[in-house]
C-alpha cells in the first residue's frame, strides 16, 4: 500500500520547470547533504472530521526541503525562481484537479501553505530551502 508521501513524492516528481530540470529523486525525512538533493518530511499535525455517514476528512501537512546551490546571487535568484515556479505548478495541479493518488482515498485539494523560502545554512554554501504542502482527501471511516 502507498502511504500518503509516497504519494505526494511521486506526484512532485512530475514536476518539470524547462531551464531546470525534474526533482530525480525525494528522500523521506532527512535531507541529504549533498547540493541539488531534496527531501519531504511529515509535519506532526493532522486534522481529521469525520461526518455522520462516516466519512473521514484527513488534511495533512509535509515540508519539502531542498539543498541547492546558493553561493552566487544568480544561484540565489535561479533557487528562488525554482521555487516561485513549484508553488505556481502545485496550484495549477490543484485548480485542474490533477492530485497525488492515495489508495482507498479522494483527494480533495493539494495547496501551499507556507511559501518558498530558504532556511538554515551552516557551514555550507549550499542553502537548504523549503515549503510546505497540504494535501486534504477523505476516506470512508474504518468499522
Sequence with gaps: MTTVSNAI?????????????????????ILPAEAETYSLAKEPIINKRTSISGKVTSTEHYTLMARLPSQTRSDRRGNVEWGELLEAWVAEQNQNGNF???????????SVTTPFRIGSTPGTSDGVYQLTISIKYEKESRK
Design 9 to 29: 513524492i511521486t506526484w512532485l516528481k512530475k514536476f518539470d520547470p524547462v531551464d531546470y530540470g525534474k526533482m530525480k529523486a525525494i528522500e523521506t525525512d
Design 100 to 110: 497525488p493518488e492515495i489508495c482507498g482515498a479522494v483527494v480533495r485539494s493539494v
